[in-house]
């Protein structure tokens, strides 16, 4: 498998998978299903290595990562792969350091990049900052990774007037590499 296919069905998965219940923060959206959703998508293909955030879980690759990778076995969320991989996954830009929330790299280099959100609507809007946070994040994350998936889950309510630029600027991102999702959470 290639990194592309393997956002093709990310995309397809996370689009179509029903969210868990009891989701309330973005830790909770990563863990209990876009994490999950990524596995499902990877299937049992070896060729490509997926690391994210530990969140104190402290399973390690066994014996070590080198070995794992060799082998296609590397442990998900391993904290020595994931402080391995800001080395080549994170940007560093105007005085600032990014890194992302699950980054996943193919046998030939290729890289994707998923950046997450947790948001509530108020009002039938979403919040301005954390909104234009996903995509910055996304943006940044495009300057070093082939592709890139934004993932936002939000509590509440859209009022659609809200909403009348939406397919331009998620075709924008599209043609440059970066899939935005918006899934209502609850």
Not at 115 to 131: C, D, L, Q, T
Request: charged share 25%; with cysteine; glycine share 8%.
């Amino acid at each position: 498998m290639f990194i592309h296919e393997l956002r093709d069905k990310l995309i397809s998965v996370i689009k179509s998978t029903p969210i868990p219940d009891g989701i309330r923060s973005e830790k909770d959206l990563e863990m209990q299903f876009v994490i999950p959703v990524v596995l499902q998508a990877l299937g049992h293909e070896s060729d490509i290595h997926v690391y994210s955030h530990p969140w104190n879980d402290k399973t390690r690759c066994q014996p070590d990562c080198q070995t794992a990778r060799e082998h296609g076995q590397i442990v998900t969320g391993c904290p020595r792969c994931w402080a391995e991989s800001k080395k080549w996954a994170s940007v560093v830009a105007f005085g600032t350091h990014h890194t992302f929330d699950l980054v996943a790299r193919d046998a030939s280099g290729k890289t994707l990049a998923v950046e997450m959100k947790f948001v509530a609507a108020k009002g039938g809007r979403m919040p301005n900052g954390e909104i234009q946070r996903l995509m910055g994040q996304c943006s940044l994350a495009k300057t070093k990774h082939d592709l890139v998936v934004g993932v936002c889950g939000y509590r509440g309510n859209l009022d659609p007037r809200w909403n009348s630029h939406t397919e331009e600027v998620r075709s924008w991102f599209e043609r440059g590499g970066i899939f935005l999702i918006f899934r209502a959470v609850g």
